[in-house]
């Protein structure tokens, strides 16, 4: 089984700022990584997939990057709405078995 | 628009089990799989399984073995997920989400399900 490591687990940033999120693999999962934003009481919402593309209607302050087992999702100027939970996931068996970091919480510096 | 309405939330007792449905629309139904994907309170993500909705086939999370069954009824664009022996420990919110192809990449997710399991 795949294990994905998140770090930090906790990120206090200050609005405007630039938040940089980790995620590694325990083996080459090619670029099929995923960066996923989770607000209290809401389903996950896809903001990254094939570890660079941006979903659909997601700003262009989200990036992602990196290949393997090494990658950074950065979110480039921070805003009231991007306090929240992130997790990567990775999507690179067949068949389909998922497999997510265990979070990192983006929160008010 | 891509929709999937999960059903409402459930109590049980351990050893009991619990079937949740999610109902797709807006999309080619078994053009698509399904991811089930559970978390427990203030836990992280937990992937429980993945079915096609093309013909059927299945792929569940080796702890659930034996407990959960996935399926779907394409006349209704609706996926089940089935989960038995329930325990105090399998207390979380349920999610459904459309999964695309051969990634089982999850784009799109239902609002989720509260199962609670207390006796």
């Known amino acids: 089984e795949i294990v994905m490591t998140q770090s930090p687990a906790t990120l206090s940033v200050s609005p405007g700022e630039r938040a940089t999120l980790s995620c590694r693999a325990s083996q080459s999962v090619s670029s099929n990584l995923a960066w996923y934003q989770q607000k209290p009481g809401q389903a996950p919402r896809l903001l990254i997939y094939?570890?660079?593309t941006r979903a659909t209607g997601i700003p262009a302050r989200f990036s992602g990057s990196g290949s393997g087992t090494e990658f950074t999702l950065t979110i480039s100027s921070l805003q009231s709405e991007d306090f929240a939970v992130y997790y990567c996931q990775q999507y690179n068996n067949w068949p389909p078995a998922l497999t997510f970091g265990g979070g990192t919480k983006v929160e008010i510096k | 628009q891509v929709q999937l309405v999960q059903s409402g939330a459930e109590v049980k007792k351990p050893g009991a089990s619990v079937k949740v449905s999610c109902k797709a629309s807006?999309?080619?139904?078994?053009?698509?799989?399904i991811s089930w994907v559970r978390q427990a309170p203030g836990q992280g993500l937990e992937w429980m399984g993945w079915?096609?909705?093309?013909?059927?086939?299945?792929n569940y999370a080796q702890k659930l073995q034996g407990r959960v069954t996935m399926t779907t009824d394409t006349s209704t664009s609706t996926a089940y997920m089935e989960l038995r022996s329930l325990r105090s420990d399998d207390t979380a919110v349920y999610y459904c989400?459309?999964?695309?192809?051969?990634?089982?990449?999850?784009?799109?997710w239902g609002q989720g399900t509260l199962v609670t399991v207390s006796s």
């Open positions: 079915i096609s909705a093309y013909n059927g086939n299945t």
């Open positions: 807006g999309y080619t139904f078994t053009s698509y799989g």
């Open positions: 094939g570890a660079s």
């Open positions: 989400a459309r999964s695309v192809g051969a990634t089982g990449l999850a784009d799109y």
